[in-house]
């Protein structure tokens, strides 16, 4: 502990902090002894200290009363703690070598903290999920099979003079189905080109 000038204060409800002022303080052999003033008056400390920084020590103000301190050094020379008067009140204190600061310290400002912040990286869009689309006759989705079932139904179907069911009706020439295309044409395939045999002539050159 430092010997010499301190200076210092103390905190209690309704009068908010007080300090004290003139204050010297002695440290030697674990014993503390000093003296100051403050709003109260005239004040002599004398106590005791310890290597892991705690202290306590008795303020008396002259023809008053008794203060008990009790803090802990912070390992810079500054001392923090509690006073108590029994029965009566309690609050904070400080202490500290004169030239010493009882606040927190304030860090200066460095030209880091003052250059703008990078604005926060956009995120990328998610990919597209790629979902075959295959569309029939009518807007049905069918497979490759069942796409090649259509082209060469509508393929034997132009041929033979039939219009495909979703193409408005036209005239066009007409001719005698060759056997693979009697063979292809059976009842079904003409009920899906929206025909029937009974409405239907059969073709011929």
């Known amino acids: 502990m430092h010997s010499g000038p301190w200076c210092g204060w103390w905190e209690q409800l309704g009068l908010g902090r007080q300090h004290m002022d003139d204050l010297v303080l002695t440290f030697s052999s674990g014993v503390l002894s000093g003296s100051g003033h403050d ?3 005239d004040f002599a400390l004398q106590g005791n200290y310890e290597s892991n920084g705690s202290v306590s020590f008795v303020k ?9 301190y009790q803090g802990l050094s ?5 001392i923090y703690g509690h006073w108590r008067i029994p029965g009566f009140n309690t609050g904070r204190f400080a202490l500290k070598p004169d030239g010493k600061s009882t606040d927190l310290p304030i860090r200066e400002l460095t030209a880091a903290d003052l250059a703008p912040r990078a604005a926060p990286p956009t995120p990328l869009p998610e990919p ?20 090649r079932f259509e082209e060469r139904r509508e393929t034997l179907m132009r041929k033979a003079g039939i219009p495909p069911a979703h193409t408005p009706p036209t005239t066009r020439p007409t ?3 060759v056997p693979e295309e009697e063979a292809f044409f059976s009842r079904e395939a003409i009920h899906a080109s929206g025909k029937t045999f009974g409405g239907l002539a059969r073709p011929v050159i």
Do not use: D, F, N, S
Request: glycine share 20%.
């Open 39 to 41: 709003c109260i008056g």
């Open 60 to 68: 008396q103000y002259t023809g008053k009363h008794a203060v008990t």
């Open 74 to 78: 912070t390992g810079e020379g500054v």
């Open 128 to 147: 597209a999920v790629h979902r075959p689309h295959h569309a029939g006759v009518g807007g049905v989705h069918h497979g490759p099979a069942q796409r």
């Open 175 to 177: 001719r005698r189905l």
